[in-house]
T-cell receptor, first 112, second 113 residues
Framework: DSGVTQTPKHLITATGQRVTLRCSPRSGDLSVYWYQQSLDQGLQFLIHYYNGEERAKGNILERFSAQQFPDLHSELNLSSLELGDSALYFC???????????FGQGTRLTVV | LAKTTQPISMDSYEGQEVNITCSHNNIATNDYITWYQQFPSQGPRFIIQGYKTKVTNEVASLFIPADRKSSTLSLPRVSLSDTAVYYCLVGEPLLDAGNKLTFGGGTRVLVKP
């Protein structure tokens, strides 16, 4: 158990809908990262928050947004969902912004 | 961010040592090298991190030559459960780096009985 909690574990929704994925980082970790991993693909970096502030943005679509709250949990919002958004979405946390990050078990999103 | 190059796949047998080399020719002075392991449908797991020379922990060893343009992850006496994808990452662990923690393609290691 990495200490990073992601909910829900599975999500099935229809095209055009909006969903929210939640991540609770390890206790004391200030950084939260979001990744997308499609079937048999590598991990695509989406966005990084540190202590509530956005620090880096990767290939995140405009239909996607995220935030980190004062209690340090984070949410990834995906809207106007398309079939191609079906993927595993991982959250990771780290103490600062160094590269020793701990990943959650992911949320498997299926868009039908 | 430094670009990394790893072999796409490697096969090995139980009990053997597996060495995966990662090339990072444009590594910057402040960059660290980190390796992660990922099993299917699971989040990556940190294995080891180093800056130079050799680092060893209970799971693996990381060898980094003096020029730091490559690194080698060594997994001693692998078992079937070591079958996974292994990622090499190079990045600068500073507070204001806006660290993207970017993963490359990884190396798919298959351990056979």
């Amino acid at each position: 158990d990495s200490g990073v909690t992601q909910t829900p574990k599975h999500l099935i929704t229809a095209t055009g809908q909006r969903v929210t994925l939640r991540c609770s980082p390890r206790s004391g970790d200030l950084s939260v990262y979001w990744y997308q991993q499609s079937l048999d693909q590598g991990l695509q970096f989406l966005i990084h928050y540190y202590n509530g502030e956005e620090r880096a943005k990767g290939n995140i679509l405009e239909r996607f947004s995220a935030q980190q709250f004062p209690d340090l949990h984070s949410e990834l919002n995906l809207s106007s969902l398309e079939l191609g958004d079906s993927a595993l979405y991982f959250c990771a946390s780290s103490r600062g912004t160094n590269t020793e990050a701990f990943f959650g078990q992911g949320t498997r999103l299926t868009v039908v | 961010l430094a670009k990394t190059t790893q072999p796409i796949s490697m096969d090995s047998y139980e009990g053997q040592e597996v060495n995966i080399t990662c090339s990072h020719n444009n590594i910057a002075t402040n960059d660290y090298i980190t390796w992660y392991q990922q099993f299917p449908s699971q989040g990556p797991r940190f294995i080891i991190q180093g800056y130079k020379t050799k680092v060893t922990n209970e799971v693996a060893s990381l060898f980094i030559p003096a020029d730091r343009k490559s690194s080698t992850l060594s997994l001693p006496r692998v078992s079937l459960s070591d079958t996974a994808v292994y990622y090499c990452l190079v990045g600068e662990p500073l507070l204001d780096a806006g660290n993207k923690l970017t993963f490359g393609g990884g190396t798919r290691v298959l351990v056979k009985p």
